[in-house]
């Protein structure tokens, strides 16, 4: 058995193990128009609602300096299969609202090493 199976079996333990504490939030879809003139193409969003575990970061990983965590920013965790059965592949262009009603971007998407979790840091919209 090879360390990637290992990981997953890991990971999918793992997932079980947090599914009473997820939650429904709407993942709004960006997909980009044409160009009109020299102003920036027209998105629009295609509302998906997908399951989810929201969890804010803690002291430690914010950074006061201007790093990438900033206060406010929260950590999404959504399993791969959810998107796949969705026909959706995460962009950071994607947004998302969350259980306390406001829309947040995509900051930081990334899976996690077995290929099955991704993680998103968000930030609310202005």
Do not use: C, W
């Not at 193990?17 to 879809?29: A, L, S």
């Not at 998906?48 to 914010?62: C, L, P, R």
Request: hydrophobic residues 35%; charged residues 25%; aromatic residues 6%.
């Amino acid at each position: 058995m090879g360390m990637r199976t290992i990981l997953r079996k890991g990971v999918k333990a793992g997932l079980k193990g947090i599914g009473d504490i997820k939650v429904n939030i709407t993942y709004h879809v960006a997909t980009e128009g044409t160009r009109s003139g020299r102003g920036a193409p027209a998105v629009t969003y295609a509302d998906k609602t997908i399951q989810a575990t929201i969890v804010n970061y803690n002291n430690n990983e914010i950074s006061s300096g201007g790093g990438l965590i900033a206060p406010g920013d929260r950590k999404v965790i959504m399993e791969k299969r959810l998107f796949t059965a969705l026909s959706v592949t995460p962009k950071k262009t994607d947004q998302m609202t969350l259980d306390d009603s406001n829309v947040y971007k995509i900051i930081n998407p990334r899976i996690d090493p077995s290929n099955n979790v991704y993680f998103f840091q968000v930030r609310q919209v202005e």
